[in-house]
């Protein structure tokens, strides 16, 4: 019995360390709906101080955060760290990011 406790402790802390990444479209819903990163949700970046408890209330969660160009994903971010969030980052723009995601999907197929 004390060695099924101690896995199942062990089991609880891994799970507890394992980290989910939060990706945000700061745009507004209509250029989210014409195309978004797989997974992102969208929070309008003039929304997102009193929306991101709705994603997450753990200050230091990993968020990700995009927009047109990065400008407005600049300003959410200094929104969420002005709250406090401390592992946020600015990704940039939408189409730079897509591009990435593609070329990725493509060396990983090539291997």
């Known amino acids: 019995m004390k060695k099924i406790l101690t896995l199942l402790f062990i089991f609880m ?3 507890i360390q394992a980290e989910t990444a939060y990706w945000i479209d700061v745009r507004t819903a209509s250029e989210h709906s014409s195309g978004h990163i797989e997974g992102s949700m969208n929070i309008p970046h003039g929304d997102i101080a009193e929306q991101i408890a709705t994603v997450t209330k753990d200050k230091d969660a990993e968020i990700h955060l995009y927009c047109r160009s990065g400008g407005r994903a600049g300003k959410a971010l200094k929104a969420l760290t002005d709250l406090g969030y401390t592992n946020v980052t600015n990704e ?3 189409s730079a990011l897509k591009m990435k995601q593609e070329q990725e999907s493509k060396a990983s197929m090539a291997r």
């Open 13 to 15: 802390a891994f799970s």
């Open 92 to 94: 940039g723009g939408y």
